[in-house]
């Protein structure tokens, strides 16, 4: 899944995860969506109240490997959501 921006002086660089394959992946406990934490690497589910590790550009998407979320970081992201959907 490495592109030639990705490859630097013969050493692989951050491999980003494609954002078609993003945007295809849902919940696999909720099938709802999920949200796209860029700086965490994570893939958030809110239905589920858990983030799921984006390791080496490839999403881990299961449910025994998902990080709980906390009631503060459930609440954050449901005013992003709000707001981000009201921009719409």
Known sequence: ???????????AK??????QL??????PQTR?????????A?????QAACAYKITDAVPIMLP????PLSEEECVKW???QRRNSSEI
Not at 22 to 27: A, D, K
Not at 64 to 67: I, N
Request: hydrophobic share 40%; proline share 5%.
């Open 1 to 11: 899944m490495t592109s030639h921006d990705d490859i630097q002086n013969g050493s």
């Open 64 to 67: 025994s490997h998902a990080r």
């Open 78 to 80: 449901q005013k992003s």
């Open 42 to 46: 994570e893939l958030i589910s809110l």
């Open 14 to 19: 951050m491999v980003r995860t494609s954002p």
């Open 32 to 40: 709802s969506p999920l949200i796209y934490d860029a700086a965490a």
């Open 22 to 27: 993003l945007s295809l992946l849902v919940c």
